[in-house]
């Protein structure tokens, strides 16, 4: 059965599809895939499986870009632009460090 939205109207409130399949928490503006509890802007988690937690693919051969990430407006160079780390946050696997050039 196919559910349709037919009021498009703005509202404060969150938005829940699925408990936690997305959640647009409106008093913090993050958006939530997988999760019920987003903790950041855009926060995408995989709780189970044997599958990746994001895909991302330009499926043209003109341009085959994919991602691409901007680093801030500013002078201050040297601070992470893409980092991964352990679960805990702790420990840094791979590190690119905006305005250096360096991986």
Partial sequence: ???????????TDD?????????V??????????????QAPIDATLA???DWVARFQNTT???????????????????PLLQVTNSAGSGTYFRV????GIV
């Fill in 61 to 79: 051969s003109a341009t085959p870009y994919n991602v691409q990430i901007y680093d801030a407006a500013s002078a201050a160079n040297g601070y």
């Fill in 15 to 23: 938005l829940t599809i699925d408990t936690n399949t997305l959640k």
């Fill in 48 to 50: 189970a499986g044997n």
């Fill in 97 to 100: 460090d905006s305005g250096t």
């Fill in 25 to 38: 928490d409106s008093t913090n503006n993050h958006v939530g895939f997988g999760t019920a509890t987003p």
């Fill in 1 to 11: 059965m196919a559910t349709s939205i037919t009021n498009t109207s703005i509202t």
